[in-house]
């Protein structure tokens, strides 16, 4: 699968064999944090509106948003370049495809991605092809 012998495929680097094992991983970060904010809030109200001071014990799971958030912003942090060179990897696969290249199997995330570009890529030939009437 390499150029040097005419393949027109371009080799999947490590950061893309990074990317597919981690990008399903720790998504419940950023749902976890915003239910438990929601609660913690949800919560204070209620321990402001109905005199409750027990309620105010919502707020002890601040600290536990914020943690979570944390590692939701570092999950991001990290999946950031990874899914950047993953999408440069797909379209290098579309263009090998459109010149007559057939495609290796992929994994569901790197199909996924190549389903996102291929649509892309049709709706951008579609407004080009509505702006030249």
Do not use: H
Request: charge should be positive; include cysteine.
């Amino acid at each position: 699968m390499s150029e040097r012998f005419g393949d027109p495929v371009p080799e999947k680097p490590e950061a893309v064999s990074e990317y597919e094992q981690v990008v399903g991983k720790g998504a419940w970060y950023d749902e976890g944090g915003c239910l438990l904010a929601l609660v913690a809030a949800g919560g204070a109200t209620y321990a402001s509106v109905e005199r409750v001071p027990a309620a105010y014990a919502a707020l002890l799971l601040a600290p536990l948003v914020i943690w979570l958030w944390v590692l939701a912003v570092r999950r991001w942090s990290r999946m950031a370049p990874l899914e950047t060179e993953a999408r440069t990897f797909v379209r290098g696969l579309l263009d090998a495809q459109e010149r007559g290249a057939a495609l290796p199997e992929l994994s569901p995330q790197l199909e996924q991605l190549l389903t996102s570009e291929r649509n892309e890529r049709r709706y951008r030939r579609w407004k080009e092809a509505r702006k030249r009437r």
